[in-house]
Nanobody
Framework: QVQLVESGGGLVQPGGSLRLSCAAS????????MGWYRQAPGKERELVAR???????NYADSVKGRFTISRDNAKNTVTLQMNSLKPEDTAVYYC???????????????WGKGTLVTVSS
């Protein structure tokens, strides 16, 4: 069993900042890529940012220069620092991790339950 637990969502005014965190736990041999996705009402889930185990990152064009993803490999955590937030960033944000389990299953996608970010005045 593997669990991803997110924290840090909430209500923030436009221009403000929030920090999302996600911790992976359970029967983990290795955590490969980790990332954040979001889904706004009436829209499909989209990639926000992703980071490999080696630290390579990629971002959605809409968040480049405003969001920063980082991870702690020793703790199996990933963090998304969100600055200069805009109303269009409002969405449920989901943590994602690609994990090799202790039982030998390679490259399995796991998802957190999501945390709501609302950007509004």
């Amino acid at each position: 069993q593997v669990q991803l637990v997110e924290s840090g969502g909430g209500l923030v005014q436009p221009g403000g900042s929030l920090r999302l965190s996600c911790a992976a736990s359970g029967s983990i041999f290795r955590v490969n890529a980790m990332g954040w996705y979001r889904q706004a009402p009436g829209k499909e889930r989209e990639l926000v940012a992703r980071i490999t185990a080696g630290g390579s990152t990629n971002y959605a064009d809409s968040v480049k220069g405003r969001f920063t993803i980082s991870r702690d490999n020793a703790k199996n955590t990933v963090t998304l620092q969100m600055n200069s937030l805009k109303p269009e960033d409002t969405a449920v944000y989901y943590c994602n991790a690609v994990i090799t389990t202790m039982s030998g299953y390679y490259g399995i996608n796991y998802w957190g339950k999501g945390t709501l970010v609302t950007v509004s005045s």
